[in-house]
């Protein structure tokens, strides 16, 4: 337990000088390039307390050395974890250390000087760790787009930009995969929604994070030349995901939660316009991921299920409101995953199940519903995701 003098002055430095945003500080001339793990130990045990799995819905500050997401995402964060506080001790370091090489220890106004941080110019990694050759993002479920009766997903190359198309039951890659179109890497999210047009296929809807519109696109191919703007402000939302009919109108609703509040807002569709949406909970911003997955209960409403970034547990929440209420605890350790995804009954059994990556190998993973445990159960379906 941290003295009250050392927790003043980790308040301190967490309110009045929180990391990195880009325009922070200016360069220096002397701009330090690296620094010893002892080092960043002290600069984390003044930032947090020396929690490298630090997380408070309340601050927007993560991770031991306490970045802000906009910095973690800007310096290549994410090819660790969506959020710093889900990745390791070391993969946060590299991160501090392109923030170092860049900012200079200024980047940590008051931590990064009092340990130090520009005069310890020690490499901390020599050897970056071998990562999965390829790198899939958006995985995106789209039911059946090849007529063989078992669900089909597309997914975007990080590396690329291209997306792909993956056959059920097994999602594997290598020749099996099509290709389906390029430049994806621009879209923030991507989200099939089911057939909206009424042609039989299903669709999706994606949003450029170049300008915040969301975008129609039309199965099975899903080409530029069938786009259709149908909102404007969706960067204003994240973890929009896809959870079936709610309103008895025959279309399928989206949901989605409001960066600056953590509100969660159901919008309906087609067009998923602003006016129709309504507010159904509050701080979801909690939540690192949302996902729909189908009727889990029997009720004949889509359930969600979603994962708590403070402990890493998965949850289930029923529909339509998804309220607290209704919460059912399905699993533990899930901060270890990513790119959840619902991809309907790919086994047979008339049940829902589940893809998801993990992040330390980049192994893919299909889970069975209903309570989608790990351990022995889950499947492994592919690597270098």
Known sequence: MPSRARRMFSRAALVAAPLAALTLCPLTATTATAASVSTWDKVAQCESSGNWSYYNASRPYYGGLQFLKSTWDAFGGKQYAEYPHQATKEQQIRIGEKVLATQGEGAWPTCGPAAGLGSDHAEPYPDEPSAPQSKMAHLTPVGDLTGDGVPDMIAVEAASGDLYRYSGPNFTGGTSRVKLGYGWNGMSDIVGVGDLTGDGVADIVAVDASNGNLYRYSGPNYNGGTKVQIGTNWDSMTKIAAVGDLTGDGKPDLIAVEKATGDLYRYSGPSYGGSSRVKIG???????????????????????IAVDAANGNLYRYSGPNYNGGTKVQIGTNWDAMTHLAGVGDVTGDKVPDLLATEIATGNLYRYSGPSFAGGASRVQVGTNW
Request: aromatic share 4%; glycine share 22%.
């Open 282 to 304: 509050t701080g979801w911003n909690a939540m690192s991921d949302i996902v729909g997955v189908g009727d889990l209960t029997g009720d004949g409403v889509a359930d969600i």
